[in-house]
């Protein structure tokens, strides 16, 4: 049965990459001891992987920390492929790239053609002794969510990663530079900082305006009638007010806007400017369902 990949796991496959193209660039020595502002600096730790992941890394030794000797042990063989991908695949990439392109131009022409899987299957067979020295020379980070929805973290079986059409993509994006690492904090621009979320109630005839902060573990809502924590799909505080005032919204849907939004403001250098207005769009959605739904409702209902 595959394993189910979270987005903690993916994170950290992405930390650990970042560790390696840093040993491998002599930026420290696998015994060092790092402070955890060094930590930060360094592998472009973010709020929300001190405190999920500082752990999983490194161990503490009286006021710094060191590398988990389980994690010492993955850097150094990782460089070491690499190292050793370095020397033998500089022409496999260039054939690489020169191919991809072309095969990707035909694939994608003739996708919805019977022989579309014969093309991908030539393309893949004919790199897939290549696929581990590739992917060992070119260290590359991918998209968490990519990593989810391959249900495996690459490592684990790059073979396997591979035999997807996108996953070949993003290897020939890493490979033509098109995508390099980020080396961003990211979503910690946008965190800890007041926000304002305007929904109309119908029980009140007017909208109500809840403070809204997003944290490391979902969101922080202050309102009149209730304040506190939220997990990133809006289970909490956020769902508990809108269901005190009796607002008529599509449960799963805002559920699913609020995670979906807390991750993208997570994984992209997202203003706070445009995290306003992303979250203002839920509540203009919920307001719409609110105001529609007894719009139409027959005088002797009463239901809404």
């Given amino acids: 049965m595959q394993k189910e990949i979270t987005n903690l796991d993916a994170r950290q496959r992405?930390?650990?990459?970042?560790?390696?193209?840093?040993?491998?660039?002599?930026?420290?020595?696998?015994?060092d001891k790092f402070t955890e502002d060094t930590i930060v600096k360094l592998f472009f730790f973010r709020q929300s992987d001190l405190q999920n992941s500082l752990k999983y890394f490194f161990a503490k030794?009286?006021?710094?920390?060191?590398?988990?000797?389980?994690?010492?042990d993955e850097i150094s063989e990782m460089s070491s492929k690499h190292f050793k991908a370095i020397t033998d695949s500089k022409e496999t990439s260039q054939k690489y790239v020169n191919l991809f392109k072309l095969f990707s131009e035909d694939y994608l022409k003739n996708i919805h053609k019977g022989d579309s899987s014969e093309k991908y299957n030539t393309f893949y067979n004919e790199f897939s002794s290549s696929l581990e020295e590739l992917h060992w020379f070119s260290l590359p980070e991918f998209s968490e969510q990519m990593m989810i929805n391959r249900g495996m973290i690459p490592e684990?079986?790059?073979?396997?990663?591979?035999?997807?059409?996108?996953?070949?993509?993003?290897?020939?994006?890493?490979?033509?530079g098109k995508t390099v690492p980020s080396n961003s904090y990211k979503g910690d621009i946008n965190l800890n900082k007041r926000l304002s979320f305007r929904v109309y109630s119908r029980r009140w005839g007017h909208d109500d305006t809840y403070s809204v902060e997003r944290r490391t573990e979902g969101w922080f809502v202050s309102h009149l009638a209730i304040n506190g924590p939220s997990k990133k799909d809006g289970t909490g505080s956020m769902i508990?007010?809108?269901?005190?005032d009796s607002i008529q919204y599509p449960k799963e849907g805002v559920r699913y806007a609020f995670r979906t939004l807390w991750y993208l403001a997570d994984e992209?250098?997202?203003s706070t400017e445009?995290?306003?207005?992303?979250?203002?769009?839920?509540?203009?959605?919920?307001?719409?369902?609110?105001?529609t739904i007894g719009e139409f409702q027959p005088d002797w209902c009463g239901y809404y």
Avoid: C, P
């Fill in 61 to 72: 030794k009286g006021e710094a920390y060191i590398f988990k000797n389980n994690i010492a």
């Fill in 274 to 291: 445009e995290l306003q207005v992303k979250l203002q769009e839920i509540a203009d959605w919920i307001s719409a369902v609110e105001k």
């Fill in 156 to 176: 684990d079986n790059i073979l396997e990663y591979y035999n997807h059409y996108h996953s070949l993509e993003d290897l020939y994006d890493v490979l033509t």
């Fill in 268 to 270: 992209e250098e997202m």
């Fill in 14 to 31: 992405n930390l650990k990459m970042i560790m390696v193209r840093e040993y491998t660039s002599k930026k420290f020595k696998i015994k």
């Fill in 240 to 244: 508990a007010n809108l269901d005190h």
